[in-house]
């Protein structure tokens, strides 16, 4: 029986469904929400793109993108199903008389037109003035906005204001996949729910707070795009500043869209900007030479297919972050994303203070902090690290380091982990905000970020070397050193 009966079906229409993401994240999300009979039974799916493609091809192009990453995993019967979805459409997004087609395909009475750009975004304009022309669109269609929307505060308002000539505030849907991550999501729970958390989440308990982001990845053939945007443009500015977010803001009224935008908003208003002063003593940035990778071999970012040898864009960032407020005054967050790091990993770790005496000096000549570590991925679950006696019967009381574990895969084994496409994909065919972007918050986390890269752009700095395989420059560990603290890990 399909559990999604209450919602009205959708023609949701992928432009550039030929594209790495569609393939990729998309077409296989939809799949697995096929799969756990989540979708409406008459929705649609229609991919858009240039090229000349019967939907014949698209279709089998759907399944070597399943068989490419779900291996042996495809259940044919639900593939059946999920195939008699997809369709196709050759349209130049660039030219206005070729939208017209989209008539014949979309069915606005009996369905809600989900728009998803999964293109670059230089070409949102055009996509809103072809829908808008072609009088396909009414009051209940959707769009979504992939990351990056902008390179800067100026163009993200640039894109944010030509979407807003066409579509509602209510109707945009701005996508970091990384809110769709359950773990994410639990920081809600864990920090609004759980009075141990909720009464000991400040600068009177937590001495600081460090969030890593690390990628095994290189450029992946995108040298020529990733160039252009750097390490702090394509993962800080967005996946990094929403995690900060959902860890420093206050309790929101209830869990309404606007009431936890409002929060998360307030958080962003209040980091300290850095300036040309600053800069060079709370952020590190780095760029990976050759190395190795689980005994493999892989080139440096200057040795990278069409590199341009005399780059210093960054493939590494670490900043220290201060949040001017009550509750966080004097407690630094240290954020720390890049490239070719020794192995992926998403993290959160909160230290909480010293105790300021010591009655277990035979053990620890400095008791060692408690720490909440929350693990984002992959291996999704939470942490609690503290002191525990070890057994005896000679009458010392010895401590060890121990680990509270609530791993999610062992705590819910019958329960799946959907991935953050998954539920954000699942929430757009729903209509629920919730997860989403606002436009202020986006405009807002580029006003900090802009500060960084002008700051930047007037120091002589460049990128420190890293090897691959390694977890960045050796500044990176200094810029804690400083601070009297050390990189978890």
Request: charged share 25%; hydrophobic share 35%.
């Amino acid at each position: 029986m399909n559990k999604n009966r209450n919602f009205k079906p959708c023609d949701l229409v992928i432009y550039g469904a030929l594209g790495d993401l569609s393939t990729r994240k998309l077409l296989i999300s939809l799949y697995r929400l096929e799969k756990s009979d989540l979708l409406e039974p008459d929705t649609r799916i229609i991919g858009i793109d240039r090229h000349d493609k019967e939907d014949s091809e698209f279709v089998e192009l759907a399944y070597k993108s399943l068989q490419d990453f779900l291996k042996n995993t495809i259940d044919e019967t639900v593939w059946q199903r999920f195939s008699s979805r997809l369709s196709y459409l050759k349209i130049d997004l660039t030219q206005m008389d070729q939208y017209h087609q989209l008539h014949d395909v979309i069915d606005s009475k009996s369905r809600v037109m989900v728009n998803y750009f999964s293109v670059a975004p230089f070409l949102f304009k055009d996509i809103c003035r072809g829908l808008d022309q072609c009088g396909v669109l009414n009051d209940e269609s959707r769009m979504v906005m992939e990351k990056p929307i902008g390179h800067d505060l100026k163009s993200s308002i640039e894109i944010n204001d030509a979407v807003a000539g066409v579509f509602n505030d209510d109707q945009i849907f701005r996508i970091d996949h990384y809110l769709g991550k359950e773990t994410v999501l639990n920081l809600l729970a864990l920090r609004f729910a759980n009075s141990i958390f909720t009464t000991n989440w400040d600068h009177n308990t937590i001495d600081h707070i460090q969030i890593t982001v690390a990628e095994e990845v290189g450029i992946e053939g995108r040298f020529e795009y990733f160039d252009k945007t750097g390490q702090l443009r394509d993962m800080l500015q967005n996946h990094l500043l929403q995690i900060l977010t959902f860890v420093a803001m206050e309790p929101p009224v209830n869990l309404e869209a606007q009431s936890i935008h409002n929060e998360k908003i307030k958080v962003l208003a209040a980091l300290r900007p850095i300036t040309k002063c600053t800069v060079e003593d709370v952020t590190v940035r780095g760029q990976y030479t050759k190395g190795f990778l689980k005994a493999d071999e892989v080139p440096g970012y200057l040795e990278e297919e069409g590199a341009n040898t005399e780059s210093t864009t960054e493939s590494f960032v670490a900043i220290r972050v201060d949040i001017d407020n009550w509750r966080w005054a004097g407690v630094p967050f240290y954020l720390r994303t890049g490239k070719r790091m020794n192995y992926k990993r998403t993290e959160i770790v909160v230290y909480f203070k010293h105790l300021p005496h010591n009655i277990f000096a035979d053990s620890f000549r400095q008791l060692p902090p408690n720490k909440l570590i929350i693990h984002l991925q992959p291996n999704e679950g939470v942490e609690v690290e503290m002191l525990n006696k070890v057994p005896g019967i000679d009458g010392d009381i010895k401590l060890q380091k121990t680990k509270l574990d609530l791993s999610f895969s062992e705590t819910f084994k019958e329960k799946r982990i959907f991935g953050g496409y998954e539920k954000l994909i699942l929430e757009v065919l729903r209509g629920n905000p919730t997860l989403f972007l606002s436009r202020e918050e986006i405009e807002q986390a580029w006003t900090w970020i802009d500060s960084i890269q002008d700051a930047w752009g007037s120091s002589s700095d460049v990128p420190k070397p890293y090897p691959a395989g390694t977890w960045g420059p050796i500044a990176s560990d200094s810029l804690l050193a400083r601070d009297g603290r050390s990189w978890e890990g």
